[in-house]
């Protein structure tokens, strides 16, 4: 997402703030699947765009019942809330009081001001980083599909349970075995998805080349196993190095914000992966491939 679909985004959410809007909305506004808009936004702006409206929407709400004569009851169907007790619920959480009391004078109130795009010029860190072209991909892997909710929510841990799931079950090692000694890297891969899909599909396999035995495919997929094809693509590849998986985070992160806007590229719809190597660097945790083109 460039700077200028950021804004579209915004002022978008803006002048639907009070419409039955959510993140699918905004990105179909600026023309991107549910999947990419929902992580992107959310890497560049520390929230994600359901959060945004919604801290919007108690921040003006607040601020039209302290101004006006507006009703409790007025102001919860006014700003999105089916209900008074939902409205009352959420004014609460967010405020730290209630919506009779925010009509009191002297009551403190938060604001959450609407987001202002602007670019910063940094310096002092280097992002290591090389471009690679694949040709039509295969893998053998296990896949889920998940909410798209779930990308970056720091409560949610479908995706890292999932992994948990497929070790303790033993359903990794069997397919890493049909892979060459040494060369039995595993892969975290991300489906592209439609416009309209409020899921997707994560899988861990292992690329299906001239180093795997494919002669036992069939039993693998007699047994639940998918074979995931990806379109030749152009890739950023990144390092995620760190003492844990938040590298990988931290990498997406700088991605959209510095790599994005420095280089010119940008995220394609295409299937993109972490490898987690076998026989690894050093720290390395994994390898992050990116699809992007040139926009």
């Known amino acids: ?23 699918m909305d905004v990105a179909q506004s600026v023309h991107m699947s ?18 945004y409206i919604r801290n919007r929407r108690l921040t003006l709400a607040a601020q039209e019942l302290q101004t006006t004569d507006i009703s409790v009851l007025d102001a919860a169907y006014k700003y999105g809330y089916d209900t008074p007790e939902s409205f009352c619920k959420a004014f609460s959480r967010f405020h730290g ?15 959450f001001q609407p987001l202002v795009i602007k670019l910063i010029i940094e310096g002092g860190t280097i992002m290591d980083y090389r471009m690679e072209h694949t040709a039509k991909q295969k893998f053998l ?7 798209t909710e779930c990308i970056n929510d720091d409560t949610d841990h479908s995706v890292p349970d999932f992994w948990t799931e497929c070790n303790e079950k033993n359903l990794l090692e069997p397919m890493k075995q049909l892979r060459t000694a040494g060369k039995r890297d595993l892969y975290g891969l991300c489906s592209p998805t439609k416009d309209n899909d409020t899921h997707f599909n994560y899988g861990i396999g292992i690329i299906i080349d001239a180093d795997t035995d494919t002669s036992k495919l069939e039993q693998f997929t007699d047994n639940g196993y998918t074979i995931w094809e990806a379109e030749p693509a152009d890739y950023a590849v990144f390092p995620c190095i760190g003492a844990d998986g938040n590298c990988i985070g931290e990498t997406w992160s700088r991605f959209f914000k510095e790599f994005v806007p420095q280089t010119g590229y940008t995220q394609t719809d295409s299937t993109d992966y972490e ?4 026989k690894g660097e ?12 040139k926009e």
């Open 141 to 147: 892997a296990i896949v889920r599909a998940f909410p």
């Open 97 to 111: 009081a209630t919506p009779k009391q925010a009509k009191q004078k002297g009551t403190k109130l938060r604001l």
């Open 1 to 23: 997402m460039s700077i200028q679909y950021m804004q579209q985004a915004i002022q978008f959410m803006e002048d639907h703030i009070c419409e039955n809007i959510n993140y």
């Open 275 to 278: 490898i987690y190597f076998e």
């Open 282 to 293: 050093k720290g390395l945790i994994c390898e992050l491939w990116i699809p992007v083109q």
């Open 34 to 51: 549910n999947y990419n808009f929902h992580r992107t936004f959310s890497f560049i702006a520390g929230i994600t765009a359901n959060e």
